[in-house]
């Protein structure tokens, strides 16, 4: 019989499901190989191994097992770290962890992790813990997953002639072309935004700004919904689909007077 190896990652819950009558199947985003499914043996019972650990964005140090490097780990404990209360008394807050997540999910396949975008998830949980402003916090979360996983869209320049962002009279923002364009060559482009000079500089400030600092930038009503718009269609262009959590999010914040 092939023994098992024995692993030990920091890791974050992306998302689970039970399975037979007391485990789950879990999907972790891990410090050191990146996407990771395993199963959990009894985690729906066991009050020791896994209590409180096995929930979406909990962030945990986990031990487990596997032959190979294909088929399911075995989680064989989970010890956690963070399971972010304050996010979970808040539901505006606990919608926008769970868009963190699941953009980290579909941005993401197993076993091949990518540079930065752990501590990413690690530092804008802890900005939402910490009461910054929600909705600011996940456009720039966006922003940086999106520069992370090789997508960083043309926020200074357009990207067809090159014309620079403060000689642009009306920008439009173009999710098949990766970028804003000016007036004279959006003409073409049928799945374009208009957006005000504004909030693109907005965004590409918050882009460069120490994490620590974000807090500082507040976005105008128009600005949040510009962005969120504009973000939403590249995100949708780039994955061929809208996010679950993304549409329910957009949807309680348009409810709201």
Same mark, same amino acid.
């Given at each position: 019989?092939?023994?098992?190896?024995?692993?030990?990652?920091? /890791?974050?819950?992306?998302?689970?499901?039970?399975?037979?009558?007391?485990?789950?199947?879990?999907?972790?985003?891990?410090?050191?190989?990146?996407?990771? $499914? %395993?199963?959990?043996?009894? /985690?729906?019972?066991?009050?020791?191994?896994?209590?409180? /650990?096995?929930?979406?964005?909990?962030?945990?140090?986990?031990?487990?097992?596997?032959?190979?490097?294909?088929?399911?780990?075995?989680?064989?404990?989970?010890?956690?770290?963070?399971? @972010?209360?304050?996010?979970?008394?808040?539901?505006?807050?606990?919608?926008?962890? #769970?868009?963190?997540?699941?953009?980290?999910? &579909?941005?993401? +396949?197993?076993?091949?992790?990518?540079?930065?975008?752990?501590?990413?998830?690690?530092?804008?949980?802890?900005? +939402?813990?910490?009461?910054?402003?929600?909705?600011?916090?996940?456009?720039?979360?966006?922003?940086?997953?999106?520069?992370?996983?090789? @997508?960083?869209?043309?926020?200074?320049?357009?990207?067809?002639?090159?014309?620079?962002? !403060?000689?642009?009279? #009306?920008?439009?923002?173009?999710?098949?072309? %990766?970028?804003?364009?000016?007036?004279?060559?959006?003409?073409?482009?049928?799945?374009?935004?208009?957006?005000?000079? %504004?909030?693109?500089?907005?965004?590409?400030?918050?882009?460069?700004? !120490?994490?620590?600092?974000?807090?500082?930038?507040?976005?105008? $009503? *128009?600005?949040?919904?510009?962005?969120?718009?504009?973000?939403?269609?590249?995100? *949708?262009? +780039?994955? %061929?689909?809208?996010?679950? #959590?993304?549409?329910?999010?957009? &949807?309680? $914040?348009?409810? &709201?007077?």
């Amino acid at each position: 019989m092939t023994k098992r190896a024995i692993y030990k990652a920091s /890791a974050f819950v992306l998302r689970f499901i039970d399975y037979g009558d007391s485990d789950r199947i879990v999907t972790f985003y891990t410090d050191k190989s990146g996407k990771l $499914k %395993g199963i959990a043996k009894g /985690a729906r019972r066991s009050k020791r191994r896994f209590l409180n /650990a096995i929930e979406p964005f909990c962030h945990s140090t986990i031990l487990y097992s596997r032959r190979s490097k294909e088929g399911l780990a075995l989680i064989e404990n989970c010890d956690v770290i963070n399971h @972010y209360p304050g996010i979970r008394e808040n539901l505006e807050g606990t919608m926008v962890a #769970s868009c963190f997540i699941e953009l980290i999910d &579909q941005f993401t +396949i197993e076993g091949r992790r990518v540079p930065g975008l752990f501590k990413l998830l690690e530092n804008f949980l802890g900005l +939402i813990e910490r009461g910054n402003n929600i909705e600011e916090t996940l456009r720039f979360f966006e922003l940086r997953l999106l520069k992370i996983a090789g @997508y960083e869209p043309v926020l200074e320049r357009c990207v067809k002639c090159g014309k620079p962002l !403060d000689e642009m009279e #009306s920008p439009f923002f173009c999710p098949s072309d %990766g970028g804003i364009k000016c007036s004279d060559c959006e003409r073409d482009n049928f799945d374009s935004l208009p957006v005000s000079a %504004g909030t693109l500089k907005m965004l590409s400030m918050g882009n460069k700004m !120490d994490t620590d600092r974000i807090h500082r930038l507040v976005l105008s $009503k *128009r600005a949040l919904k510009e962005s969120g718009d504009i973000l939403r269609l590249f995100i *949708r262009h +780039i994955l %061929g689909k809208e996010l679950k #959590s993304l549409q329910v999010f957009n &949807q309680i $914040k348009n409810m &709201q007077p």
